[in-house]
């Protein structure tokens, strides 16, 4: 009997060992798209030569070419233009990806997430965030440039350094950059993309280090921000405030008539678009996550 192999849509992405992963590497690449990758004829050629490899033998004295060119560029910054040490990063990123050892590129790396081009900053961030873990020292070189986003008002970086804190942020992290990640979150201009991912983000900062914020001091502004209508962001926030109630409940003694009033927004009067109905609940994890709001504090008193 014929072998089926997994769907077209996802040649090239399965992890080495799993099966039919020798056979996908082995297909035609993709038809080449328009767009930033699409400039990048060198990658586009890198990984055709890799997905057409018979044996492992021939993809590793491929891969061991690559590095080898990679490292020698490397070694000469002043003739490498932002395109280029983009288009190696990527490289890089690939061959990490497939399983093989990185030990260099890590400079690289940060240096482009210092870049004003949203390309570049984001194979940077993309970079530190697969190649660096919590506590590297590299990590320290970064702060800098992920504080310089937060504050630039352009939600494109913002997201990104943002998301890069959840990935590898640690303590440090939150001594240094939890108050501009909070002025986002309770800025009322900020976008709703933008919010959940400040909510989200300061969770993690205050888990990391619960002296980087005072809840008790912004209890209410947050509570404030349950009026918002999306219920991404409110899933979000709700994440935020379980953290906060996990430590203390000082400050938060609204937050049972919030959550009530939130349920019945939800349940009763059916405030949801069908996005976030599942098998006909609305919202589960929202619902959920109130109800355990609800835990840390007393019974309220019917009459109110």
Request: with cysteine; hydrophobic share 40%.
């Given at each position: ?31 080449r798209r ?80 210092s870049s ?39 939600d494109n ?148």
């Amino acid at each position: 009997a014929t072998e089926v192999g997994p769907s077209p849509h996802l040649q090239g992405r399965l992890p080495r060992g799993l099966p039919h992963s020798r056979a996908l590497r082995g297909r035609r690449a993709p038809p080449r798209r328009r767009g930033a990758m699409a400039t990048m004829r060198g990658l586009i050629v890198f990984i055709s030569d890799i997905r057409n490899c018979s044996s492992k033998e021939q993809e590793q004295k491929r891969i061991d070419k690559e590095m080898a060119n990679i490292r020698a560029k490397f070694a000469k910054p002043g003739d490498l233009n932002g395109y280029q040490r983009k288009k190696y990063v990527w490289k890089i990123l690939y061959m990490f990806m497939l399983g093989y050892q990185v030990d260099f590129g890590h400079m690289e790396s940060v240096g482009l997430i210092s870049s004003p081009k949203y390309s570049e900053k984001m194979v940077g961030y993309m970079a530190c965030s697969l190649l660096l873990r919590e506590g590297d020292d590299l990590l320290r070189l970064i702060i800098n440039s992920i504080k310089n986003d937060l504050t630039s008002n352009q939600d494109n970086f913002m997201c990104l350094a943002m998301g890069a804190i959840c990935t590898v942020g640690g303590r440090e992290f939150g001594e240094t950059l939890a108050q501009d990640v909070q002025k986002i979150l309770l800025n009322p201009m900020t976008k709703v993309f933008v919010r959940k991912k400040a909510a989200l983000t300061l969770l993690r900062l205050y888990r990391k280090n619960t002296e980087c914020v005072n809840p008790e001091e912004i209890a209410d502004r947050v509570l404030a921000l349950l009026d918002d209508s999306n219920l991404g962001v409110l899933t979000s926030l709700i994440s935020l405030v379980l953290g906060f109630l996990q430590y203390s409940t000082r400050g938060w003694h609204h937050a049972p008539q919030r959550a009530i009033g939130l349920l019945t927004r939800v349940v009763i009067n059916k405030e949801y678009s069908n996005d976030y109905l599942y098998y006909g609940i609305p919202s589960p994890w929202l619902q959920i996550r109130l109800l355990r709001l609800l835990t840390f504090f007393p019974p309220l008193d019917p009459a109110t």
